[in-house]
């Protein structure tokens, strides 16, 4: 139905064919790329359907790879995020793991603390947990919820869990 192509569309990764994307004001689309690039890592996190971490990097090392590669923070600044946002997210003791050693759970925590390393203000999240079991679902989304009000940062997940859905403040049906 095109769900995925919105969250595209509204990170900023996909044009619209038609109108514009305005995101705090901004027009995205009139941006320079190397301006929407700049614009999309300190405004947008991400968390995909699936974590694409990097195998040959630890947990640390994924989570601070947009700030060092968006130059948001110094990287002394970066990994000390990174080592408090793996923290929060229930990781503190697998901070030096490689994502292989590592359940789909514990993977897809990594990809929430990366998506949140930049401190963006909007956090899109499309089909973050497809891939995993019920109780781990359910962990995510509640980490996640918790994040959200801790870090304040406006929140737009797709998902096609009903269940999922009726945990929203609002919800839409595509």
């Known amino acids: 139905s095109g769900k995925s192509t919105l969250m595209a569309m509204l990170g900023a990764l996909t044009r619209p064919t038609e109108g514009r994307l305005l995101l705090d004001g901004t027009d995205v689309w009139a941006l320079a790329e190397t ?20 195998s040959n ?11 060092l590669l968006g130059r948001t923070m110094a990287a002394q600044d970066a990994y000390a995020r990174a080592r408090d946002l793996l923290a929060r997210v229930g990781l503190a003791d697998r901070m030096d793991a490689y994502p292989g050693s590592m359940s789909g759970g514990e993977q897809r925590r990594i ?64």
């Open 35 to 54: 301006q929407r690039a700049t614009f999309r890592a300190r405004q947008i996190g991400f968390v995909f359907q699936f974590p694409g971490l990097l």
């Open 111 to 174: 990809a929430v603390a990366r998506a949140l390393i930049n401190a963006p203000p909007l956090l899109l999240a499309d089909e973050p947990t497809s891939d995993l079991d019920e109780d781990t679902e359910s962990d995510i989304i509640d980490l996640l919820e918790h994040l959200q009000r801790t870090e304040s940062f406006g929140f737009v997940l797709v998902t096609h869990d009903l269940e999922l859905a009726k945990r929203a403040e609002r919800s839409f049906e595509m």
């Open 57 to 67: 990097l630890t947990a640390a090392d994924n989570v601070a790879v947009p700030a």
